[in-house]
C-alpha cells in the first residue's frame, strides 16, 4: 500500500520526535508551560454513530483544541526524556522532573468534566509517568520534587483505575481505551513500586489481549466499521509497550492469555499490508483503503519494541523507511532509545 508521510515539523511537534539541537550551546530549563488542570471536551463522534466510528468535525476539532497544549506538554517533556536516558543528561532529566513538579503542584489534569475526557486522559497520564521513568536514569532526582510528582500520578491512576472498573461505558472498559489505561497504570506501577496498581496493569492487559480471536483480530475493535484497523493499530500499541514495562516485576505478556499478544500484533501487520482481511471480518472498507487514513510512522511505534522480542527481517524491512518511529506517549522515539526500560534503575520495579 502507498504511505504518505507527515511533516516532519507536525510530527516533533505530535509525537516527541528528536529534533537537531544546537550542541554548543549550554542547555537552559525553559519555563513551564501552564498546568492544564480541568479538561472538559465532547465525544469525537456523532451522536447517531452505533459503532462510534462517524467523526463530528466539529466537535472533533473541539477535541484537538482541548487537548493541544496537554499533548505539546508531553511532546516536549518526552523530547528532553529521551535525551537524559540516552546521553545521561542530568540537566534535563531535572528539567523534566522540574516541569512535572509544577503541573503536580497546580494539580493538573485532575479536574475531568466530561466522561470522554475520562476515557481519553490515561494515555495521557502513561506519557507523563514513561518522561520520568526516563529522566530518572540520568542522575538523582530531587527527593521532594519526585515524591510530589508520583503522589500526584499515583492518585491519577488510583482514579482513573476506579472510573474503569465502575463507570466507563462497557465496551470501554474492555476495548483499546483500557489497554491505554493498563499502560498507564504499568508506568505509574514502576514509579511507585505498588503492588496493586501493577496487578491492575496486568489485569487490564489481560482482559484486552485474552479477547483477541485466533487470527490475531480483537473483536472491539472490528466493530468500528471503517475504522476498525486503525483501532486495531491503537489498542495493539498499549499492550506491546505495557509488556515491555512489566517484563521487570517478572511478568511475561508474550505467554499470558496463550500467547495471544503476539498474534494481535502479526494480525496488525498483516491487515497493513492488506487491509482487506479487515472487511472481510466487518464487511466495511478501512480508511486505509479508501483514501480517508495515510499510515503514519507513530502508528507502528510499537513495532520496535515487538521487533526486540522477536526479530522478524520482513518487518524490520516493513518499518525501515519510515523510520525512526515515535510516539510521545509509548516513550518517544523508540527507534533511537532501543531497549530503554532495560536501563530503568531497580528501584522502580
Not at 476515557?119 to 540520568?138: F, S, V
Not at 513500586?193 to 489481549?209: I, N, R, Y
Amino acid at each position: 500500500m502507498r504511505i504518505t508521510l507527515p511533516l516532519i515539523a507536525a510530527l516533533t511537534l505530535a509525537l516527541g520526535t528528536s529534533a537537531p539541537r544546537a550542541e554548543d550551546k549550554p542547555f537552559a530549563c525553559a519555563a513551564v508551560p501552564a498546568p492544564v488542570v480541568a479538561l472538559n471536551f465532547g465525544s469525537r463522534y456523532t451522536d447517531d454513530s452505533k459503532t462510534r466510528s462517524d467523526i463530528d468535525e466539529v466537535s472533533n476539532a473541539e477535541v484537538d483544541r482541548a487537548l493541544r497544549p496537554v499533548e505539546q506538554f508531553i511532546g516536549d517533556l518526552m523530547r528532553m526524556a529521551n535525551t537524559a536516558l540516552m546521553d545521561g543528561d542530568a540537566a534535563r532529566g531535572e528539567c523534566v522532573l522540574d516541569w512535572l513538579d509544577q503541573w503536580a503542584a497546580a494539580g493538573a489534569l485532575t479536574e475531568l468534566e466530561t466522561l470522554n475526557v475520562k476515557l481519553a486522559i490515561p494515555a495521557r497520564y502513561g506519557g507523563l509517568a514513561i518522561a520520568l521513568l526516563q529522566a530518572e536514569t540520568a542522575g538523582p532526582l530531587d527527593p521532594v520534587k519526585r515524591q510530589r510528582v508520583v503522589a500526584w500520578l499515583t492518585d491519577a491512576g488510583t482514579a482513573m483505575e476506579q472510573f474503569f472498573d465502575n463507570d466507563a461505558p462497557k465496551n470501554a472498559k474492555r476495548a483499546n481505551l483500557r489497554a491505554w489505561a493498563g499502560l498507564a497504570a504499568a508506568a505509574i506501577g514502576r514509579l511507585n513500586g505498588d503492588t496493586a496498581m501493577l496487578d491492575w496493569a496486568k489485569g487490564s492487559f489481560e482482559l484486552v489481549t485474552c479477547q483477541a480471536s485466533p487470527d490475531g483480530s480483537l473483536p472491539l475493535e472490528m466493530n468500528r466499521a471503517d475504522k476498525a484497523l486503525n483501532y486495531q493499530l491503537h489498542a495493539t500499541a498499549p499492550l506491546i509497550v505495557t509488556a515491555d514495562l512489566l517484563k521487570a516485576t517478572g511478568y511475561d505478556g508474550y505467554t499470558a492469555c496463550d500467547g495471544k499478544l503476539s498474534t494481535i500484533a502479526a494480525f496488525s501487520l498483516r491487515a497493513i499490508e492488506d487491509p482487506s482481511i479487515v472487511e472481510k471480518i466487518n464487511g466495511k472498507e478501512q480508511t486505509f483503503q479508501t483514501g480517508k487514513q495515510a499510515l503514519e510512522p507513530f502508528m507502528l511505534a510499537w513495532v520496535e519494541p515487538l521487533l526486540r522480542h522477536a526479530p522478524d527481517p520482513a518487518t524490520d524491512a516493513f518499518v525501515e523507511t519510515l523510520r525512526p518511529l515515535a510516539h510521545a506517549k509509548l516513550g518517544g522515539n523508540l527507534t533511537r532509545l532501543g531497549d530503554w526500560v532495560a536501563k530503568l534503575p531497580a528501584s522502580t520495579s
